[in-house]
């Protein structure tokens, strides 16, 4: 068939930030799958306390202290997180090298925390269905702050390579970015969930 | 901190056609050899891979089919004992639906849904490559464990307590909830991939109302894919912990509950059933008009009808736990869902015969099993309508009853449209014609033969022949039927064997295809058959639905992409307006390499906890050489 020429291309710049990204769309598709893994995972953690006669079975309610802490935490690192968007908005690779090295840091805080607050559930897994959800719950959320983390040392370390100023890292920081944003906005329904629901 | 653009002789701007296409040629291609074969990252590649290994399930699920039907032929046959008989439906059921019937929508997805929006290649290449490996893996990990007689014998649905640590003794159990882990990893990813495709990747001028209907098809069931599959990985991840560390997610006497599984396993498992029946409707839907020879009647409404089917989907679960002992009210509301779901399904049923009626028909092998699929599909409706009445439901619930319906569902629902589709797109895939009269032929044995085996399993099922019974007493009154209906397996099994040869036959001898054998109107019919590796020597533009039928004598295409680099056009979500010259990765082994790490891990995690943790430094040292950048093209901006 006879091709006609209507458009041209050729101006069109070679990568999109933000919503003309595929990978900043592929992102938002993973965080809907993980998003619904949580919502299922609090909807087994009320189904069972809504079979249960006494909530929490056979334990006392989590110490209050290190699970508060992490929220606390986390809240916190939104501030940084947020900024080093901005900077890689800006593509201003010296404080996005900055705030990365931050990020990390932040990263790892929650985890040394949360080191203490398994213990702090007051049950074991294998006890009962009560613990065997609050620890799954709690564990997943884990595996996300350890996998983000992750992501956050290596792109961190590809800041400081000679592919960090290029625009398209910026986009993955944004990106990355992001996915912090949503680890923290998920651990505030488990939050409630693991330490609120069990003191109703 | 853009650089430049690159150097003009780069972009396909006043080229000499052999320079464009041998320059696109070297960008795209896929060396040969092994180590090329398992770095490729093109999506036609990989989706044939992904079509063939699907089909090779499906004969291997046939197999034990046949092997079920000798052994129900007569009463008290010995061919298989109960433990055997067991592993047998619980493989065939599970085999079916993870390692058949999703993996095969989804993968004649990912090789036309870039072809019909008009792209270069799919979103996220690598994560598809990485997709077909874990896809692999775990139904090699099924039947390798079936060949030690280590298979699953816990249903296709593997309920609670007798898959838990309890009843369910051995790793049988596990081997059948880390399958679903494999299935359902690769099955994520092909959906987050063609969402992002449709999203982003359609050509310029696709608008939302420009989208074939099959397209519009696989993004509903992405998104059913991406909703529904957690709650099956947590299903089954709680049932290994259940199982390997003593949680007691599923245990009544320490909290938990069996019922809980049954809810996890059908939020999934009823949308499982529509995401393998919207892609076949969505392919009915665009495959019905060059066969009518006209626009298929009614775009707005079948579309509508797919969205509104994925909404419904969610909300009929609890119908297939209608004999548990739920609270009458939910009975109620599950009812009236699971019959208001047969409303989007008229709404396609008539817009398909009103296509039909007003058209000038084809009868070719497509239209044939076309018109098989609408026949079959609607008595396998009506059975669902019947079904999802409560007091009707708790008469033939486990019978053989059961067995018709979803049968007639799941074959005529969805294998005839996809026999269609293979008839349809072969010459696209091969570049080869099917024979059309051993088409015919195996149209007609098939039909033929699926009605005349799967019709009198209602009758069985009404006269109380319940289902997963390895054999039945000669006194009982069922021993006629089930000797019709396994001879009639033969005629539907010979069906298949000819398919299977005409395919085979047809790949190496048939007769060459022209690039739109069908004068079909969207755009994989604009390229070559089979395509180049770069699918289009220049991305086309679309002003309508029907982009190939709207002008027959030239094709508007845009210019001023790259040849050097791997270039694709990302345009706006509704609009499809372009926004930028976006990279397409290259090949690369990573992927492989992730997706070994993955499965040792996976299959070394039904053994330890601690799997989880030393498994995963593996996986993620190959996500690390899968992302780091290698200095290409591709990764200029």
Known sequence: MREKIVLDLGKLPLYGMGTASVTWWGTLAFMLIEGTGFALAIAVYLY???????????????????????????LA?????????????????????????????????PLIVRIFEFPALKVSWDSNAYGSVVWTLLGLHTTHIITDLVDTLVLAALMFTRHGGNPRRFGDVQDNVMYWNFVVATWLPIYGCIYWLARL | MNRPVAAPDTRDIEIERKRLTDALAETWKTPSGIWGALATVDHKIIGRRYIVTAFVFLGLGGVLAALMRIQLAQPEARLLGPDRYNQIFTMHGANMMFLFAVPVMEAVAVY??????????????????????????????????????????????????LSGPQYGAGKRADIWAQMITFTEISALAVAVELVVTIFKQRTPGMTLDRIPVFVWAMLVTSFLVIMAMPAIVLASTSLILDRLVGTHFFNPAEGGDVLLWQHLFWFFGHPEVYIIFLPAAGMVSTMIEPFARRPAFGYLGLVMALIATGILAFGLWVHHMFVAGLPRLGDSFFTASSMAIAIPAGIQVFCWLATLWDGRLVFKTPLLFIIGFIVTFVIGGL???????????????????????????LIGGAVFPLLAAIHYWFPKLTGRMLNEALGQWSFWLIFVGFNATF?????????????????????????????????????????????????????????????????????????????????????????????????????????????????????????????????????????????????IMLIWSMFSPWAVVWGSVPVAVALMGWFWPKGTPEDES
């Open chain 1, 48 to 74: 069972l306390m809504n079979l249960a006669t006494a909530w929490p079975i056979n334990a006392p309610p989590p110490d209050l202290l290190p699970g508060t802490l992490v929220t606390l935490v986390l």
């Open chain 2, 383 to 409: 059975t669902g309508v019947m079904v999802a009445s409560v007091p009707f439901d708790t008469q033939v619930h486990d019978t053989y009853f059961v067995v018709a319906h979803f049968h007639y569902v």
């Open chain 2, 112 to 161: 036309l849904v870039p072809l019909m929006v008009g792209t270069r290649n799919i979103a996220f290449p690598r994560l598809n490559a990485f997709s077909y490996w874990i896809y692999l893996a775990g139904g090699t990990l099924l039947w390798t464990a079936f060949a030690l007689d280590m298979g699953p014998d816990v249903g296709w649905f593997a309920y609670v307590p």
């Open chain 2, 455 to 599: 019709f009198p399993m209602h009758i069985l099922g009404l006269e109380g022949m319940p289902r997963r019974v390895y054999t039945y007493q000669p006194d009982l009154p069922w021993h006629g039927l089930n000797l019709f209906i396994s001879l009639s397996a033969v005629i539907l099994i010979a069906g298949f064997l000819l398919f299977f040869i005409n395919a085979f036959r047809s790949a190496r001898v048939g007769e060459v295809a022209r690039d739109n054998p069908w004068d079909a109107p969207t755009l994989e019919w604009a390229t070559t058959s089979p395509p180049p590796s770069y699918n289009f020597p220049m991305i086309p533009v679309v002003g309508s639905l029907h982009p190939l039928w709207d002008d027959r004598d030239s094709l508007a295409v845009a210019n001023g992409l790259r040849t050097d680099r791997r270039e694709l056009v990302v345009t706006t979500l509704a609009a499809a307006e372009p926004q930028a010259r976006e990279a397409s990765p290259r090949n690369s082994i990573w992927p492989l390499w992730a997706a070994i790490a993955t499965t």
């Open chain 1, 77 to 109: 690192s939104l501030v940084p997180n947020v900024l080093v968007s901005r900077w890689a908005e800006q593509q201003n690779l010296r404080m996005v090298r900055l705030g990365m090295v931050i990020m990390s840091m932040v990263g790892i805080a």
